[in-house]
Structures are given as C-alpha cells and as structure tokens.
C-alpha cells in the first residue's frame, strides 16, 4: 500500500510540474503568437498562476525539514525566499510588471522547475534516471545563476519606481532597502551554489557506486 507521504510528494511535485509546464507553454505560444507584443502582459497572462505555484513552493521547506524530500535545506531556502520576494516586488509595482525583464525572469524560472520536478517524480516512484540526474545538479546550476543575474535586473530596473516613504529622504533617487538586496541576494546566490556543487557531487558518486555494486 501507498503511504499517505508518498501519494502526497507526488501529488505535490506532479501538481508544480503542470503548472510550471502549463506557464511555459502559454509563454511560448503567446510570444509565437504576437511576437514582441507578448512581452508586455506576460504578467497578467500567467501572473496568478505563476504566483500560487511559488507560494505553494514554501511548503518545500517543510518537506526538507520533515524528511520526506531529501535535500540541502539552505539552498532551497534561499531559492524559495528570492523568488517570492522578487514577486511581492513585481505584484506591488504595476510599472514593472510590463518590462520584458519580467517576461524573461519567468521563462528562466519554469525551466528551472520543469528541469527539476521530473527529476523529483522519478525519484519518488523510486526509478531515478542518470540523465535526469545530470541534467538537475549539473546543467540547472548555470541556469540558476542567469536567472539570479536577471533577478538583480529586475530590481535595479524596478528602483525608479519605488518611492521614497519619508520627505527627508526625498532627494535619494534610490531606495535603499532594494539596494540593500542586490548584495544579499548575490551572497546568497553564491551560497546556494557552492551547496549545490556539494550536493551534486554528493549524488553522482553515489550513482557511481551503485552502478559499481551491480
């Protein structure tokens, strides 16, 4: 019989694999569809429904310290926080939600899960691929650091448009808190992927020895 943990794990990671493809899809179609015009309302094609999947994604922090994901708890955290922080941003700034940097930060991010959560599923029905594996803890590495890039492209883009809450701090044309979390964010990115690289290492030798035994 199925345990109540695994049938929810699954339901879970097969639930955030939909949405994610669900986004992408009506990303790429969209933009095949009106070209460049699509950019500028990515947000409010796919904004609900790319939110709930990244709320839904701090339940992934439970699943970690629980013990039914077996994962770095650290980085996923950082993960989780970025992409929720930097949607709170872009839901609170009307302006910014039309920039194709937008457009750009959620296409990076659904590739990211859709590279992820297959690996997830395979591993939950107990059937993990080498080639799934590869491709999440070697090829999602690079991709992750072009998605933080363009993380912090966003919020030096979105800086103009958050205005400055008391009159003595009028003629900062930059908010500081925002800037305050370029250099987070950074450190934090460099965190993530020095514990990814352990983590990765971590898996393909213990592919290696198992593949040794047989």
């Known amino acids: 019989m199925f345990s109540f943990r695994l049938v929810y794990i699954f339901s879970y990671n097969l639930s955030q694999f939909c949405g994610h493809t669900w986004i992408l899809a009506n990303i790429i179609a969209r933009f095949l569809t009106f ?24 339940l992934e922090l439970f699943h970690i310290a629980d013990g039914i994901e077996k994962a770095r708890l650290l980085p996923r955290f950082v993960q ?3 992409k929720n922080l930097l949607l709170i941003i872009v839901i609170m700034l009307e302006e910014i939600q039309s920039k194709p940097v937008v457009c750009v930060q959620f296409f990076l991010w659904n590739i990211l899960d859709l ?3 297959p690996h997830e599923l ?19 590495i690079p991709l992750y650091v072009l998605s933080v890039a363009n993380e912090g492209v966003t919020i030096y883009q979105a800086l103009p448009y958050v205005e400055p809450t008391a009159p003595t701090s009028a003629h900062i044309h930059l908010p500081f808190l ?22 990765r290492q971590h898996h393909l030798e213990k592919w290696n020895k198992k593949m040794k035994m047989k």
Not at 40 to 52: H, K, P
Not at 122 to 140: A, E, G, H, N, Q
Not at 191 to 198: C, P, S
């Open 115 to 117: 590279l992820r959560y």
């Open 35 to 58: 070209g460049h015009d699509a950019l500028a309302d990515t947000f409010y094609s796919v904004g609900f429904v790319m939110s709930l999947c990244q709320l839904l994604s701090i």
């Open 122 to 140: 395979l591993c939950v029905m107990d059937k993990p691929s080498i080639t799934m594996l590869w491709i999440r803890y070697t090829l999602w």
């Open 178 to 199: 925002p800037m305050l979390y370029l250099p987070v964010l950074a450190l934090g990115a460099s965190v993530t992927v020095w514990q990814l690289l352990k983590e």
């Open 80 to 82: 989780v926080m970025e």
